[in-house]
């Protein structure tokens, strides 16, 4: 049986300004056991985009969920998937001329999954993010937060050509959903072009049924936990309105991988190493100096050695 938790909490910069949530999220469960789930992030600087979020996940599961109930086993996932975002697509912008509004005020992302337990269909566009934890315990970057010139979020009003839509051959123990405020948590800049640049310790948390035992009757207080978690102090620098989507399939138990993969990361030896990078001149300085004091120090030894020399020998 697949288990889900999922919520949307209001940013901290958002509180500050009185403002309301912009993200929005839905699960649905089919009688088949399938389970679909959107999450979608209203760009902030949108006037309307916390409506244009919701109708963005109501219309994409309803969607997805109708084709599947009519067609069964036969549903072609992918093609559904790319009618689901375009008559996502075309509800807010029906939306927004029957309110005389510009569209442009109702820009928002979008990511949708559709998970039979093992393989899922997927549907992505925007900064947020799909991750999947596979059955041999690795989690992979299903999707890639799109962003134009690393500034600009990518909309889906932007269009099918910038949507992403696959089906992975992986089978998956679970799968989350987030949008940027969530999934930037998850991947560090520290950890970019590491061997492992996901926060293995953190992710683990929210997805690993090997430590999280979930059930029907334990999954509501496992979600609750995890949210009291992304409201407390420790997430208080994400300022962004954070959402989570977890699927969790029961009756797996992810593969566990040797310790190491689960341990800290050496922060102060990463930091350092980025500072290294980004600031080079601040430590070819350092080094310059430190090279010539050892030379320095090096120069009166060598003197010394030689007078010693010269003293045995007479």
């Not at 999954?113 to 992505?124: A, F, L, P, T």
């Not at 999947?132 to 600009?152: A, H, M, R, S």
């Not at 993969?261 to 980004?278: I, R, S, T, V």
Request: charged fraction near 30%.
């Amino acid at each position: 049986m697949i288990h889900a938790y999922g919520y949307s909490i209001v940013g901290t910069s958002h509180e500050k300004k009185g403002s309301i949530c912009q993200d929005a999220n839905k699960i649905k469960r089919l009688d088949n056991g399938t389970v679909i789930a959107a999450v979608a992030d209203g760009v902030g600087s949108c006037k309307y985009s916390d409506v244009a979020a919701e109708i963005a996940v109501d219309v994409s599961i309803r969607v997805c969920a109708e084709e599947i109930d009519f067609n069964g086993d036969s549903f072609d996932p992918q093609k559904t998937i790319e009618e689901a975002f375009a008559q996502a697509e075309r509800e807010i912008d029906e939306h927004s001329l029957s309110e005389s509004h510009l569209i442009t005020d109702y820009d928002t992302t979008l990511s949708l999954v559709i998970y039979d337990g093992k393989h899922i269909s997927y549907g992505h566009c925007g900064d947020g993010g799909i991750i999947g934890l596979t059955n041999e315990g690795d989690y992979i970057k299903v999707t890639i937060p799109q962003k134009n010139e690393g500034v600009y979020v990518i909309p889906l009003r932007a269009g099918k050509d910038t949507w992403v839509i696959g089906k992975s051959d992986e089978e998956f123990a679970s799968v989350l959903l987030a949008t940027d405020g969530v999934y930037d948590i998850f991947f560090p800049y520290l950890l970019k072009g590491q061997p492992v640049e996901v926060y293995v310790p953190l992710i683990r948390y929210f997805m690993d049924n090997g430590i999280l035992k979930a059930s029907e009757e334990t999954i509501d207080a496992i979600g609750k936990e995890r949210e009291s978690y992304l409201s407390s102090e420790a997430c208080i620098s994400i300022t962004d309105d954070k959402t989570v989507l977890v699927l969790i399939n029961g009756e797996v138990q992810p593969a566990q991988k040797e310790d190491s993969y689960y341990a800290e990361p050496a922060w102060d030896e990463l930091q350092l190493g980025w500072n290294k990078k980004a600031y080079p001149h601040l430590y070819e300085k350092k080094e310059e100096l430190s090279v010539g004091s050892a030379k320095g120090a090096e120069e009166p030894m060598q003197k010394k050695k030689t007078r010693l020399t010269r003293r045995k020998s007479l």
